[in-house]
């Protein structure tokens, strides 16, 4: 089991098999209320502050959420 496991993990932090962008532009093409706008030229704003263009957020949000999703993961390895 621990073999399947770590397949699982080298997989999300490996990226091998599938095409990170490919993910993230899938997934936001997904989202209706973007209405078919291209996720690198829509900005995020808070308060009048420009944070980040949403592609480069989607792109941070994956990588915290698959490590996040690795760690889960690792946690059923038998030591």
Do not use: H, P
């Amino acid at each position: 089991m621990n073999d399947k496991l770590q397949e699982i993990i080298d997989f999300f932090e490996l990226e091998e098999g599938y095409d990170r962008d490919e993910i993230i532009s899938d997934i936001l093409s997904e989202i209706k209320g973007l209405k078919r706008y291209v996720a690198n030229e829509i900005g995020l704003e808070w308060n009048g502050e420009n944070l980040m263009i949403l592609y480069d957020f989607a792109d941070e949000f994956y990588l915290k959420l698959t490590e996040k999703i690795c760690n889960a993961i690792r946690s059923f390895q038998q030591v």
